[in-house]
């Protein structure tokens, strides 16, 4: 009896989920997808050396967990948003191998698999039930602090291209949570503690930022069009709110590079963007400060 109820023990602790275990956003199926739920996932294997795993017809939202060793926790947490163009999600170079990086430095990932606005014959659209399961990961993770070891005022989150969209949305359309719900997750508030946009797809005109925005960290390559184009400007409407915020615009690099850690391709982005986003989280009190070699 003791030993099979130290496994339910182990197996209620957030410590004891396999890396990317799913935790569903909506445990009663989400709104909008009743007549899709049933409907399967899909994944594409990458179609070449630099290419990503893609998945698509997501109907039933998720969480993918990844946490540090509790030893090396700093309880900061991060939402990862894969792009995808709204049609599919990047789910490793753009969502699970930048969780695992985060947990190397101390930080939770929750990598979001969100419902597909441009996939063909979707029902869903980016403002709505995008943005729904955006808010909600976030509420999720506060919800869920406890369980995962992280500091709820320290929920943050990371956007690469599509899902910069989806992070900017969040960062400037927030609530506090509804205190009279019946649903705990629904209680907290969407509002991120702070916001990494990698080549969000936006323009920047249709960005409104609130004087309590998050802290932002922007960065791109300067021959990505769309948002070398946006982000600059949005980095002023951010100093003008008075909201901090860090960019940086690399000469080279494209669009949807992610993060490949074995990366071997020339452009100084690729092995470099991570160490200059450590820098910003070191900076805002996300991640421990790095150990300089002299």
Not at 182 to 209: K, N
Request: aromatic letters at 8%; glycine letters at 8%; charged letters at 20%.
């Amino acid at each position: 009896m003791k030993f099979t109820a130290l496994i339910l023990l182990a197996m209620s602790s957030g410590y004891a989920a396999t890396p990317g275990a799913p935790v569903p956003l909506w445990p009663h199926g989400a709104s909008g997808s009743e007549a899709l739920a049933a409907k399967p996932e899909v994944t594409a294997p990458p179609s070449g050396p630099y290419d990503s795993v893609k998945i698509s017809s997501i109907h039933n939202p998720s969480l993918l967990v990844y946490l540090p060793p509790k030893e090396k926790a700093t309880g900061a947490a991060m939402v990862v948003a894969p792009g995808g163009g709204h049609r599919f999600l990047s789910i490793d170079t753009e969502g699970t191998n930048v969780a695992e990086w985060l947990n190397s430095i101390g930080v939770a990932a929750f990598v979001l698999k969100y419902r597909l606005a441009r996939e063909e014959g979707s029902p869903y659209k980016v403002e709505v039930e995008a943005y729904a399961d955006t808010q909600r990961a976030i509420r999720t993770v506060r919800a869920r602090a406890q369980d995962w070891n992280v500091n709820p005022s320290q929920v943050g989150i990371m956007g690469f291209s599509a899902g910069g969209e989806l992070a900017v949305l969040a960062s400037t359309k927030f609530d506090a949570g509804r205190v009279d719900s019946a649903d705990p997750v629904e209680r907290q508030s969407s509002r991120p503690d702070f916001q990494i946009l990698i080549y969000p797809g936006i323009r920047a005109e249709t960005v409104d930022v609130p004087k309590d925005a998050p802290p932002a960290f922007l960065l791109c390559a300067d021959n990505d069009k769309g948002p070398s184009t946006a982000i600059p400007a949005v980095y002023l409407a951010l100093k003008k709110a008075g909201i901090p915020a860090e960019l940086h615009v690399y000469a080279s690099g494209g669009h949807g590079f992610g993060y490949q850690p074995n990366d071997k391709r020339p452009n100084v982005i690729y092995a470099t963007w991570v160490a200059r986003l450590q820098d910003w989280m070191a900076d805002v009190g996300m991640s421990p400060v790095k150990v300089r070699k002299k």
